[in-house]
């Protein structure tokens, strides 16, 4: 099932609201296989494009004012299935970061990938972007990805990322 995150503010000050709904694209092959795809522009598989219409029928009493994906193919083909016949239209900055390939990420990277995107290039396009999303209010929905969702989600509440992760190997003894 794709995942969805919601998000929302009210803003007092001039008595408004924007309430976000932050949607992970369907199944493709390479998470079928753990991959992480970054860039790499495949499409959804079966089961992703039938949990793309199942969503989209889970949220068809929802009325959008935006409704912005990923220029990636996985991530359109969820938000066209979601759409319906409503509009959308393509944001670069819903993009999954950009790393070169699968092997840079194995064990993980804080320091960005050669030739990809660091962490503080990833940062700012969320900032970018949560910046124009704080001057809409209405219902918005946002079609993107694992890692640049995670991003998004953590500037959105003023948290740094990536956050330092503590794993169990890690703990004091």
């Not at 029928?57 to 359109?76: N, Y």
């Not at 319906?84 to 790393?99: G, I, M, N, T, V």
């Not at 940062?123 to 124009?132: K, M, P």
């Not at 640049?148 to 890690?170: E, H, K, N, Q, Y």
């Amino acid at each position: 099932m794709s995942n969805a995150c919601f998000m929302s503010t009210v803003d007092d000050t001039i008595a408004t609201s924007l309430h976000l709904i932050l949607i992970r694209h369907g199944e493709t092959e390479w998470a079928v296989t753990g991959q992480h795809t970054g860039r790499t522009d495949i499409p959804l598989t079966a089961t992703g494009e039938a949990q793309a219409s199942e969503l989209g029928q889970q949220l068809q009493g929802i009325e959008f004012v935006h409704m912005l994906t990923s220029p990636l193919k996985r991530a359109r083909q969820t938000c066209e299935r979601v759409a319906l016949d409503r509009a959308f239209a393509s944001d670069p900055d819903l993009a999954e970061w950009e790393y070169p390939s699968t092997t840079a990420w194995v064990g993980g990277v804080r320091d960005g990938c050669p030739h990809g995107e660091s962490p503080a290039q990833v940062t700012a396009r969320a900032d970018r972007l949560i910046a124009q999303l704080r001057r809409k209010t209405g219902n918005i929905a946002l079609f993107s990805h694992g890692q640049f969702g995670a991003a998004l989600a953590a500037r959105w509440i003023g948290w740094p990322w990536p956050r330092r992760v503590i794993s169990r190997s890690t703990w004091p003894r």
